[in-house]
């Protein structure tokens, strides 16, 4: 981990502790880190389990990889370099919000194993829970909602995850969500079981 530029700076730590802000909130933080191909169906499931988790009294909110590049991270591109900052950038904000006892659901391609590494070595132990939205490729160029892979296979698109740039499926994922065996529901509702399991939300 790099130290930060300026050397006049002090770390200022919370007055409330960990756990009086897990007992006041009645949840405990953490960050769940979808990846998975373009189209693997990412953000329609984090989208979808932060609606149940909410309906069920939980503290939760979604970080889309499209969103945070028109605010937070509109200066990057999708170089290798760019791709590393971007998930570094959003591994921190995950961790913030998890501080504060958020159950965070992030949507991002994040296809390098070692950038995913990198957010769980941020995070408390137990709280980092990496979700592999498995979709073959061909099913996701089937689906191609936004037209990207039409694009990346006519060259118009460079550095293209899964056509022109790599993807490194998880080694060792706390869950495994194959989208083409279920449904939506079905799918979300695998992370609010797990979550439960580790003690993350009250089942």
């Not at 953000?43 to 889309?64: C, F, K, M």
């Not at 990346?152 to 194959?178: D, K, L, N, V, W």
Request: a negative charge; one cysteine or more.
């Amino acid at each position: 981990m790099s130290e930060p530029k300026s050397a006049n700076i002090t770390w200022h730590g919370a007055i409330v502790t960990p756990e009086e802000r897990t007992a006041a909130v009645g949840q405990r933080g953490a960050v769940v880190w979808l990846t998975g191909l373009s189209a693997s169906g990412k953000s329609t499931i984090a989208r979808r389990a932060e609606q149940l988790l909410l309906e069920r009294g939980h503290s939760a909110y979604v970080l889309d990889g499209d969103n945070i590049r028109f605010g937070l991270n509109k200066d990057l591109g999708f170089s290798p370099a760019d791709r590393t900052e971007n998930i570094r950038r959003i591994g921190e904000v995950a961790k913030l919000f998890a501080d504060g006892c958020v159950v965070t659901l992030t949507a991002f391609i994040s296809p390098y194993r070692a950038d995913r590494d990198s957010v769980r070595a941020i995070m408390p132990e137990g709280t980092f829970f990496e979700v592999f939205v498995h979709a073959d490729l061909a099913v996701c160029e089937e689906r191609d909602p936004k037209g990207l892979y039409k694009k990346a296979r006519a060259g118009q698109i460079p550095e293209f995850t899964g056509i022109s740039a790599p993807y490194e499926e998880p080694a060792a994922p706390e869950m495994t969500i194959r989208t083409g065996e279920g449904s939506v529901d079905a799918c979300a509702m695998q992370i609010l079981d797990h979550l439960a399991k580790a003690g993350i939300i009250r089942a």
